[in-house]
């Protein structure tokens, strides 16, 4: 029999006809059928031929986003990765189509060591209006680029010229307020708001040239928008593809979160125009000067003036809370355990006999101070502030982890959290125990301290961030006595990206 191209696409015709009048005539059962289908095809891609599905995990996450997304909501996500890998081991799969976690130390250099693991769809929505910053950015030749023209800013040579920026704006006006406020009154302090403060002042001269003034006012609306822009790292986070959604699609999704980050944007656009108005100020020796006259060594190539807010906003956002939060679990940890808390203050009284002067960060650090030192790696190491681990891809070719053959494409990370609590490396892990930092190991345990990640992708305001915490937690545990309001109440930790105690 010989068939036409005209009667087959007749028979076509005739089949789908009649496809749209059964659905017509019975909508519940083909409703019914698709939902089958899909489910048929879930359980075989997802599972049954997955190249994952060796890899023990929760069966529900790796069907649905929603799964993990009410978790991340939940505040608990660090905790939940903890039980996943005490029930299944140290590689657990948890999220669809291919999102593998580790918790074995081993693989870090591997997977964090090289630019070879990209990041992952997660760090997009960290991005303002579309525009990477060097945080967000997945490219590892544009995030060299960015890293070539700011690094020389960050090292500890350069760094040196801000220590006047972080005790003026910062820690000797948070001291100056605590002595006209609050000392010896008796008052209760929430110490988390007062860190978020000087933080937040901190940057604001750093970034921008200008402090936000949270110190005196105790509020900002800067960090009112920040807080409300969270729902578009929430839903990007869980539907990367909507990180490069046009501007008025988010809107329509999350409206509130939207025009908080413009707000955001436009304020940082303000601060700049406000800064090059300063004219021969702009040569502070701060970031926003680095980001203004920075140069690429290679190309000669400035940063463009989109990417300079950007860049600015992720010094703000990057910069603020990880050292609020890190000194609030300090001061939590040192009034939990008053022996340690007594032994800093000898220490420091012992570098610091002058009690009115304010202290330089070359007299604290590890040579002159080194239970200041110690006590600031271990409450790093044991509340680790960004605790999950930051996913990165697996490379062309796919890779061999924890007895695994991944292939390309799969978010594979590795949780700090996991890490600096694995008892192979650190004795007696959910201890406070600086003296650890103190021994002849110390040199090997610091290989697996890793707060600020590692690689070439990690923390550039390392540096930054140690001057400011050392001399922050020096300067007020030197000056004032610190004790907990109600020492029966047990430390909330909220974890939102960040972990947060006491809220
Ligand atoms: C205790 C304080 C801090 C902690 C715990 C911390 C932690 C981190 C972590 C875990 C990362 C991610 C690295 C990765 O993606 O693998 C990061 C990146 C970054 N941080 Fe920090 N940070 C702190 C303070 C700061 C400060 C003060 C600044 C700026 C002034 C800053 C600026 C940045 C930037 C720009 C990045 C992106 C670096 C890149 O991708 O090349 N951080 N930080």
Redesign the pocket.
């Known amino acids: 029999m010989h068939l036409s191209t005209g009667d087959w696409l007749n028979d076509s015709r005739g089949l789908l006809n009649h496809l749209a009048r059964s659905l017509r005539d019975h909508p519940w059962e083909a409703a019914g059928l698709s939902a089958i289908a899909y489910a048929i095809y879930l359980i075989s891609d997802r599972w049954l031929w997955s190249p994952l599905r060796d890899i023990p995990g929760p069966k529900a996450a790796i069907f649905s986003r929603f799964y993990i997304a009410n978790i991340r909501a939940s505040g608990k996500e660090y905790l939940w990765i903890q039980d996943l890998h005490e029930t299944y081991g140290n590689i657990v799969r948890i999220g669809d189509p291919k999102t593998v976690i580790l918790s074995d130390p081993s693989a870090l250099k591997e997977i964090?060591g090289t630019q070879q693991f990209i990041?992952s769809d997660f760090?997009a929505p960290f991005s303002f209006k579309n525009v990477p910053?060097?945080?967000s950015t997945r490219d590892p030749s544009e995030?060299n680029r960015?890293?070539r023209l700011m690094s020389h800013g960050f090292s500890m040579s350069n760094i040196a010229s801000m220590e006047r920026f972080i005790l003026d704006s910062g820690v000797i006006k948070l001291m100056d307020k605590f002595d006209k406020r609050f000392a010896g009154k008796g008052i209760e302090v929430n110490m988390y708001n007062e860190w978020h403060c000087m933080a937040f002042d901190v940057?604001g001269e750093?970034?921008y040239g200008q402090s936000f003034g949270m110190i005196d006012r105790g509020h900002h609306p800067f960090t009112k928008w920040l807080a409300g822009a969270r729902g578009i790292p929430i839903v990007q986070g869980t539907f990367p593809i909507l990180a490069r959604a046009p501007g008025c699609l988010m809107f329509c999704i999350t409206p509130v979160s939207y025009l908080n980050q413009r707000r955001m944007f436009r304020f940082a656009q303000d601060l700049y125009a406000a800064r090059r108005r300063m004219g021969k100020e702009v040569d502070r020796p701060d970031?926003m000067s680095l980001l203004i006259n920075g140069v690429d060594p290679e190309t000669g190539e400035q940063l463009t003036y989109d990417e300079q807010i950007t860049?600015s906003l992720?010094?703000v956002i990057?910069?603020t809370d990880?050292?609020s939060n890190?000194l609030t679990n300090l001061i939590f940890l040192l009034c939990e355990h008053p022996q340690v808390l007594q032994r800093l203050q000898q220490e420091l009284d012992k570098v610091m006999p002058d009690r009115n002067a304010a202290m330089s960060y070359k007299r604290l650090d590890k040579e002159h101070a080194p239970f200041l030192w110690a006590v600031l790696m271990e409450s790093?190491r044991l509340r680790t502030?960004?605790p999950t681990g930051?996913p990165r891809l697996v490379p062309k070719g796919g890779c061999a982890l924890a007895g695994h053959y991944l292939p390309e494409g799969t978010e594979v990370s590795i949780n700090?959290h996991m890490v600096h609590h694995d008892p192979e490396i650190f004795s007696n892990p959910d201890k406070f125990l600086p003296d650890r930092w103190l021994t002849e190991d110390s040199a090997k345990l610091a290989r697996y301290h890793i707060?600020?990640?590692?690689?070439?992708?990690?923390?550039?305001?390392?540096n930054?961030?140690w001057m400011?915490?050392t001399l922050a937690l020096a300067h007020l545990v030197w000056r004032f006595k610190f004790s907990l309001a109600d020492p029966e109440k047990q430390t909330k930790i909220s974890h939102f990206f960040l972990t947060r105690p006491g809220i």
């Open positions: 964090y990041k760090h910053n060097i945080f995030h960015r890293r940057i750093l970034a970031l860049e992720a010094f990057a910069g990880t050292t890190t790093m502030v960004v930051l700090p707060p600020f990640s590692l690689g070439p992708r990690m923390c550039i305001g390392k930054i961030a400011e915490l």
